[in-house]
Nanobody
């Protein structure tokens, strides 16, 4: 499975961005898709996840109410809508695919990774 992320950019605090992640290859091997982020000098952090089938979603506490993960099964694409962005949201955002259900927050449980897209929020 190959994952291609896009949609990052520079935005002012309070602004919005929408990230996209398109899967290709054996897309039916992933049951969950998710987003992680990594700021300079910090560990990769879980952001959100969604199941391909039921659309069940999960978020880390710091983005609840601001970020929304969604999917378009026909296009094998997952989105991350980010509203009310804050400078602390600045990071490289990675999409990921999980083959077997595990703890979302643990990067080691995810099997496929995209190349990352930079999100920069200015104050």
């Amino acid at each position: 499975v190959q994952l291609q992320a896009s949609g990052g950019g520079l935005v002012q605090a309070g602004g919005s961005l929408r990230l996209s992640c398109t899967a290709s290859g054996r897309t039916n091997s992933s049951i969950y898709m998710g987003w992680f982020r990594q700021a300079p000098g910090k560990e990769r952090e879980y952001v959100a996840a969604i199941s391909w089938s039921a659309g069940t979603t999960s978020y880390t506490d710091s983005v609840k109410g601001r970020f929304t993960i969604s999917k378009d099964n026909a296009k094998n694409t997952v989105f991350l809508r980010m509203n009310n962005l804050k400078p602390e949201d600045t990071a490289i955002y990675y999409c990921a695919g999980m083959r077997f259900l595990g703890r979302y927050s643990d990067p080691r449980r995810w099997d496929y990774w995209g190349q990352g897209t930079q999100v920069t929020v200015s104050s």
